[in-house]
């Protein structure tokens, strides 16, 4: 109990209770007035407290396999942000008739046939464990839950399609259908006469319900099971509750926030992120001994005219800044990374102050789109900068590849994620209208910006460096296995990885649990030390490196940096492994595709880290020692 408060300040500070967002202002209603229920995509959800997945598609309400009641004439699309429609909402409206303070015990909304096609397609998503997402006056109907471990009831956002039921006489499995809807909402009333909707719990069943009269009741006990190589007919009936409650308004999202296993959550992080700032901090305290150690050895050696060769990293000072081979690529690269770990840091200050309230749908994907979108600039001055202190020429080649290269390479990918999604028929394919916003956005917006920001990168010119480069590059001598690019790589990027891990998966618990994640504290917490153990591990790699007297540091900085994209990748796999079931060759595509994806970007972020870090070190270091 005391952890909540905790969590939740660690999680977001709530500002909501001071004044409303767009969008999350209360709406009043007068007894009778009519409350929208909006219906959302089916998405696949992990019941009963596992946490194994089956699917990651989702469906749209009204597809026709699934033989849901539509609302007369036709079902109207409701708007969403553009960011929310990326990622994947899809909102209609409903037949559910719901007024304020009205109380209905037992009302028929349709009957449905379902023919053998939809039928099998309707028994397979309930067997996937799929479940249905209503939006009541904008809160999600939730499933009453209670935690395994602290026996605290809370709200998950969504309910089941159906559930397993017991095998018929041949010993099949068999499903049901939860086609009755005890709908349980609860009111606020600040001042007695105006009402606002703050819970909204479905409790679905399974009801046989249309008897020899052919008008269906409520009070069935028999379920009703899908009868998967036949028809079906199905009525469909729901009873609305309502029940005054104390909540207000500001708070109605709290029982939705829960950390999973708080106590676990809490001490698994803390412990995770107090070894990783150990860690960190020890290496840079050995790297600075030795390197200051260095230093005045190297400087004592001058003074003394002794005989004594140069040795150690100081041998390779006419070589640290000779421009490594294809900066042209390196340099967009870095701009690139630079980009995507400005719209992240951007995005969770805001996330950090509340602003990305669950009731405000889609503001987390709206802004990283739009950030990253005005980030542009970022990437076009960091891009023209390294350039052009690796001493490249090209300047508007530069510019080009890096408007073009990264932002189009991520909207080839998502188109071709997409293409799979519109052929296996499912919702989560994002609108012909959104894509053409996305286009117009990188076309009038990214790229421009992009251009803009490397001009002023290349007016500020390249940055100048300590020491200057021999004429003759030097030998390099061979060099053990694992300062090689590859291995030194993985090495480096197991601390970063580690320190990340455990908000990692929680995380990943969240995206493919469909659950809302808010612990926004935790992961910048998080973001920070992954941040810092990247630059530290890479520095110390770098020192290795140059101790052996091999001075390709460019791409190496950026490898190593990345290193953790690897862990991750592999991480990804193995819980796909064990807690993944993927039916279909759909499934595995996309969540193949979007593994790659968070992998790629994790790459250019952490590799953009430590690259930036190695130049400053190299800069110190041998700014600090005298050459002749
Ligand atoms: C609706 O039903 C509940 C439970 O039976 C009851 O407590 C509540 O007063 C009813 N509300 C109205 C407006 O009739």
Known sequence: MILRPLTLLVGAIPLASAFYLPGAAPKDYLPGDAVP?????????????????????????????????????????????????????????????INMLQNVSCRHLCTSYLDKTSSE???????ESYS???????????????????????????????????????????????????????????DGMRNRVVGAVVWP??????????????????????????????????????????????????????VFDPRIHVLSLINSIVIAAFLCLMVAMILLRTINRDISRYNSVDLDEDIQEDFGWKLVHGEVFRPPKKRMWLSVAVGSGAQLLAMSAVTLVFALLGFLSPSNRGALSTLMLVAYTLFGCISGYVSSRVFASLKGEEWRKNIGLTAVLFPGFLFLFLHLLNFFLIGSGSSGAVPFGTFLAILALWFFLNMPLTVVGAWLGVKKGAISHP??????????????????????ALIAGILPFGAG???????????????IYFAFGFLALTSVIVALTTATTTILMCYFHLCAEDYRWHWRA???????????????????????????????????????????????????????????FLRVIYSRIRVD
């Open 121 to 127: 397609f309707l028994a397979e998503r309930i067997a």
């Open 467 to 488: 020491v200057r480069v021999n004429q003759i590059p030097r030998q390099i001598p061979p060099t053990e296995w694992w300062l090689k690019p590859w291995p030194s």
């Open 37 to 97: 229920l909006l219906v959302n995509r089916l998405s696949p959800q992990s019941f009963g407290g596992r946490s194994e997945m089956k699917g990651l598609l989702s469906y749209d309400y009204y597809d026709e396999g699934f033989g849901f009641c539509k609302p007369k004439p036709e079902p109207k699309q409701q708007s969403e942000s553009l960011g929310s429609a990326l990622f994947g909402d899809r909102l209609w409206d409903s037949p559910f008739q």
């Open 132 to 190: 249905q997402n209503w939006l009541v006056d904008g809160l999600p109907a939730a499933e009453m839950k209670q935690d395994e471990v602290t026996k605290e009831l809370f709200y998950s956002a969504g309910f089941a399609l159906g559930s397993q039921a017991s095998p018929g006489e041949d010993g099949k499995e068999r499903v049901q259908i939860n086609n009755h809807f005890d709908i349980f909402l609860e009111y606020h009333s600040p």
């Open 558 to 616: 950026f490898l190593a940096g990345g290193g953790s994209a690897f862990w991750l990748l592999a991480y990804g796999l193995f819980y796909w492994a064990t807690k993944l079931e993927l039916p279909g060759i759909a499934n595995k595509v996309l969540f193949l595709g979007y593994l790659l994806l968070i992998s790629l970007l994790d790459f250019f972020i952490t590799g953009a880290i430590g690259f930036v870090s190695c130049y400053l």
């Open 205 to 258: 069943r399974s009801l046989n319900s249309l008897g020899a009269g052919r008008t269906p009741s409520c009070s069935g006990e028999q379920p009703f099971v899908v009868r998967g190589e036949a028809t079906n007919e199905i009525a469909y009936t729901y009873s609305v509750v309502w029940r005054e409650s104390a909540t207000t308004f500001g708070t109605r999202f709290d029982h939705y926030l829960r």
């Open 501 to 515: 891990f455990i908000e990692l998966s929680y995380l990943l618990q969240s995206l493919f649990g469909a659950k």
